[in-house]
């Protein structure tokens, strides 16, 4: 079992830079692949980005925006959004996946962007 916590959502402007964190309770050596989703209200979770021994991915909206980074010391993973925009507000969630290919959600954090 993997527990997953996010937290960092808020309020910011347009233009504003917020910080997600999301700390993973497992030992990190059971933990392949770490990311971040969104959804908003009527359609489909989608991925924003993800890190693995791989690399890592974005989806093209917020390449050159945000950036996903990992701490296996501290079993977290970070993703700094810069350059916000108001179609970046989404309930963000966290996604942690075990080389066994187990999938584990956090309980979500909103981001709201005003323009």
């Known amino acids: 079992q993997v527990q997953v916590v996010e937290s960092g959502g808020g309020l910011v402007q347009a233009g504003g830079s917020l910080r997600l964190s999301c700390v993973a309770s497992?030992?990190?050596?059971?933990?392949?692949?770490m990311g971040w989703y969104r959804q908003t209200p009527g359609k489909q979770r989608e991925m924003v980005a993800t890190i693995s021994g791989g690399g890592t991915k974005y989806t093209d909206s917020v390449k050159g925006r945000f950036t996903i980074s990992r701490d296996n010391a501290k079993n977290t993973v970070l993703l700094q959004m810069n350059s916000l925009k108001p179609e970046d507000t989404a309930v963000y969630y966290c996604?942690?996946?075990?080389?066994?290919?187990?999938?584990?959600w956090g309980q979500g954090t909103q981001v709201t962007v005003s323009s």
């Open positions: 497992s030992n990190i050596f059971s933990i392949n692949t």
């Open positions: 996604w942690v996946v075990t080389p066994l290919k187990y999938e584990y």
